[in-house]
């Protein structure tokens, strides 16, 4: 509902479930690309992301993902009431959902022709050569404030081996105020969300729908009036010390979430199980507040107590630089796989 739940679900039309069994939520907002992707009903998912709605479905079904950075993909909703707000249009992008980054490189050239409907699109190539760039990545383990699992930790390890072995340096240091850029963005987009969606999801929303937001409220207070505006304004500080940054390391390869992904409807678990979905992603909503495009893909299937299911993990890019994630995903794909045949052969046994 509203786009704005990392699982998808809604009293309309039921659950997505996903492919991998009940244990494990679909991710959302765009859970049926990922689903349907996985499955097999089609090679590309489209889905749009504000917060994490690619990169959520991606590391829920073990699909891969680009989310693209701040006006590569041209947006516009012709069917909406109104114009939307400024993060809205400064946070949310379009992009795809794939079994094989190689279909990322097939089809995001045609996603980012330029169409004038949105006014602050930027057209440039997609292809800005990325072939044979082995340029130096920064490693990011920890998620501030949150546990890792030792299965993320082997999901990162899994990757930076590939691209080590691939030629790249990979130095383990941690970007610039993550958890200050995250809380910012996810403060002033509910300060956003709040003003200008708030009556509608009350007035529309289920009651569901409105326990969760109720709870996003009370765990990222949402800035208002001058506070909003000041923090507004420092999002270009944010962005400027990244910046920095992503010119020595132009790639960064992080964690999505801390701990593999989470069960269905665990975001209507009160406090914690909203602090689990959400709050503990904060490699996935800082992103979209500084604009910056990154990757989602899966290194390995995990067994857990609760069932198999994939792990995935982050590359962050340098600014305009979507070939340059794709490129690599292709890298440590080509060391690690894809798990859509594995999934299959699950799915065969099942019916």
């Known amino acids: 509902e509203f786009s704005f739940r990392a699982d998808t679900d809604n009293e309309l039309y039921g659950r997505t479930n996903n492919p991998w069994g009940g244990h494990v939520s679909a991710g959302g907002s765009s859970g049926g690309a990922g689903a349907a992707v996985m499955s097999g009903m089609g090679a590309l998912g489209h889905g749009n992301d504000i917060g994490g709605s690619l990169r959520f479905p991606a590391a829920a079904n073990g699909a891969f993902t680009v989310k693209p950075g701040l006006g590569r993909v041209p947006a516009w909703n012709p069917s909406q009431n109104s114009e939307r707000g400024i993060l809205a249009q400064s946070m949310s ?18 996603l980012m022709k330029n169409d004038p409907v949105d006014p602050f699109h930027v057209p440039l190539p997609y ?14 383990r920890e998620t501030p404030g949150f546990e ?3 299965e993320i930790y082997k999901g990162l390890d899994l990757a930076a081996d590939a691209l080590r072995d691939a ?6 240091v941690d970007p610039p105020l993550i958890l200050e850029t995250a809380m910012a963005g996810y403060r002033a987009l509910m300060g956003e ?11 529309l929303g289920s009651s569901e729908i409105n326990r969760i937001f109720d709870e ?4 990222f207070k949402p800035y208002t009036g001058t506070d909003l505006l000041k923090i507004l ?10 910046s920095i940054f992503l010119t020595k390391y132009p790639l960064i390869l992080s964690p999505f979430l801390p701990q593999p992904f989470f069960k269905p409807g665990r975001d209507l678990e009160g406090q914690e199980g909203v602090r689990e979905v959400l709050g503990s992603a904060l490699w996935s909503y800082s992103i979209n507040f500084l604009g910056l495009p990154a990757g989602c893909f899966p290194t390995h299937l995990a067994q857990l107590e609760q069932g198999a299911q994939t792990i995935n993990v ?3 890019g340098q600014r305009w630089r979507e070939d340059l994630i794709v490129q690599s995903m292709k890298t440590i794909r080509n060391r690690l796989g894809t798990f859509s045949n594995e999934l299959w052969s699950i799915m065969e046994k099942n019916n």
Request: hydrophobic share 40%.
């Open 93 to 110: 992008v379009q992009g795809l959902l794939t079994r094989d980054p190689s279909d990322l490189d097939l089809a995001m050239p045609i």
């Open 127 to 140: 292809d800005m050569g990325a072939r044979n760039n082995k340029c130096k990545v920064a490693l990011s």
């Open 148 to 150: 890792t699992h030792p």
């Open 167 to 172: 030629g790249h340096e990979v130095v383990e």
């Open 193 to 203: 969300v709040i003003e200008l969606l708030g009556p509608d999801i009350r007035k």
């Open 216 to 219: 996003y409220f009370k765990q």
């Open 233 to 242: 304004a420092k999002r270009s500080y944010y962005a400027r010390e990244w």
């Open 314 to 316: 982050q590359l962050i």
